[in-house]
C-alpha cells in the first residue's frame, strides 16, 4: 500500500491539510502526519485560520523509508515554518534524493525551493512565485513535473490530492474517488 507523509507546522492552511488527508485516505493510501516537535510540547498544531488539528507523530520520530511521498499543505505560517525548519528541510531533500515524490500547494511550494527539490515546472498561490522563479510557473490547478506535484491554493486541494492518488495508487482509484466526491472539475 502507498504511503503518505504530511508535513503541519504551526500556521499551515486547514483547508488543504485536512483535504490531502481525507482524499488520500479514500484514494487508499496509508497516511501519516507529522508535526514540528520543536515547536510543540504536544501534537495540536495551529493552523493559520485558528483550527487546531492533532497530528499523528513528531516529524524526528519519522523513518522515511516508509512512505512514498511527502505532502505539504500551504499557508504562510507554516510554509515559513517547513522552509526554515532544519529538520523538515532534511525530510524533503532526503524524499527527492532518494528518488521518491515531493508534492506541496499553495504557498509550500516555496518550502520546496529553499530545499533546492522544486522541479523546472510548477505552480502556486498566486504572487508566491515572486519568491521563487516567477519565469517557471505555469498557471494550472496541479502540475506534475520531475516526480514534484503541486498546486495553487484552498480550492485547489480535491484536485492536487486526487492527482496524488493517480500517480500513486492508479487510475482506477483517481476515478472512484473524483466520482464519489463529485470533484467533475479536477483533469482527466
Avoid at 507546522?9 to 482524499?23: H, K, L, R, S, Y
Avoid at 515524490?101 to 509550500?108: E, F, G, I, L, Y
Amino acid at each position: 500500500m502507498a504511503s503518505a507523509l504530511v508535513l503541519l507546522a504551526e500556521g499551515f492552511e486547514e483547508i488543504e491539510a485536512v483535504t490531502i488527508i481525507d482524499i488520500l485516505r479514500r484514494g487508499g493510501l496509508e497516511v501519516q502526519s507529522a508535526y514540528l516537535p520543536d515547536e510543540f510540547e504536544t501534537n495540536l498544531v495551529l493552523g493559520g485560520n485558528g483550527i487546531t488539528v492533532e497530528a499523528d507523530v513528531p516529524l524526528k520520530t519519522v523513518n522515511i523509508d516508509e512512505f512514498d511521498i511527502v505532502v505539504l499543505p500551504g499557508g504562510w505560517g507554516g510554509t515559513n515554518r517547513l522552509a526554515e525548519n532544519e529538520l523538515s528541510q532534511k525530510v524533503i531533500k532526503e524524499f527527492k534524493t532518494q528518488g521518491k515524490w515531493v508534492a506541496a500547494m499553495c504557498a509550500a511550494p516555496y518550502a520546496l525551493h529553499v530545499a533546492g527539490v522544486l522541479s523546472k515546472k510548477y505552480t502556486c498561490y498566486p504572487s508566491v512565485e515572486e519568491k521563487i522563479r516567477p519565469e517557471d510557473r505555469v498557471d494550472d490547478i496541479v502540475v506534475v513535473d520531475d516526480k514534484v506535484i503541486t498546486s495553487q491554493g484552498p480550492a485547489t486541494a480535491i484536485c492536487f490530492a486526487l492527482e496524488i492518488v493517480r500517480q500513486l495508487v492508479g487510475t482506477d482509484s483517481f476515478e472512484a474517488v473524483k466520482s464519489g466526491t463529485l470533484a467533475k472539475y479536477c483533469q482527466e
